[in-house]
Nanobody
């Protein structure tokens, strides 16, 4: 049974930082594509970052490029999302997701993932 558990969300001032974690069980992060998504109230789910299951390539959405960094710790079977220079428009529920098949490239389309965590809330406000 695959389980993804996000943590690390919270309330932060604009310009601040947070690091989200996504700990997986039932799937290995070193060879399965892992994506980070977010959804703000009244908006569609947005893919913001993903790590390939085939190699070490990482893709970012333009909205977070150069502010957010995705990484993985294979020993802990955990994927991270370091978020810097946070803005009020980054406020959302953040999810991680995993693809079922190993050794595939990643993408930022939510339909490309089979397993989802419950999400962790991020609020950016002064």
């Amino acid at each position: 049974q695959v389980q993804l558990v996000e943590s690390g969300g919270g309330l932060v001032h604009p310009g601040g930082s947070l690091r989200l974690s996504c700990t997986a069980s039932g799937v290995t992060v070193d060879d399965h594509a892992i994506g980070w998504f977010r959804q703000a109230p009244g908006k569609e789910r947005e893919g913001i970052a993903c790590i390939s299951g085939r190699d070490d390539s990482i893709e970012y959405a333009d909205s977070v490029k150069e502010r957010f960094t995705a990484s993985r710790d294979n020993a802990r079977n955990t994927v991270y999302l370091q978020m810097n220079i946070l803005k009020p428009e980054d406020t959302a529920l953040y999810y991680c997701a995993a693809e079922n098949y190993p050794w595939t490239n990643c993408n930022l389309y939510y339909g490309g993932y089979d397993y989802w965590g419950q999400g962790t809330q991020v609020a950016v406000s002064s």
